[in-house]
């Protein structure tokens, strides 16, 4: 079993910067990649971005490509996401997900592991 523990949500304005950090212990050693999910009120969880374990591979949904920055320590198990020029739409919780297996990094249903998650409000 691995646990996913989330920090580092808020409230801020758009425009500002977020980094939101999820930490990884337990089973580590067999985790292939690690991912952002997020859920916004009424829509259905989506994609953000994910990372490979090994030879860190990303993989960002189009809609944060150009603004949130994912990175991993694998010293400290720790997956990082740097958020900047955040916007209204960015509003939702957040979810660290971790995956055994290889396979489409933006499929949720492909993650073993989930955080409880954590609230990110962008206001105008």
């Known amino acids: 079993q691995v646990q996913l523990v989330e920090s580092g949500g808020g409230l801020v304005e758009a425009g500002d910067s977020l980094r939101l950090s999820c930490v990884a212990s337990g089973r580590t050693f067999r985790l292939y990649a690690m991912g952002w999910f997020r859920q916004a009120p009424g829509k259905e969880r989506e994609f953000v971005a994910a990372i490979t374990w090994i030879g860190g591979s990303i993989h960002y949904a189009d809609s944060v490509e150009d603004r949130f920055t994912i990175s991993r320590d694998n010293a400290k198990n720790t997956v990082t996401l740097q958020m900047n020029s955040l916007k209204p739409d960015d509003t939702a919780v957040y979810y660290c997900?971790?995956?055994?297996?290889?396979?489409?990094?933006?499929?949720?249903?492909?993650?073993?592991?989930w955080g409880q998650g954590t609230q990110v409000t962008v206001s105008s």
């Open positions: 997900a971790a995956r055994n297996g290889g396979g489409y990094l933006y499929i949720g249903t492909q993650y073993d592991y």
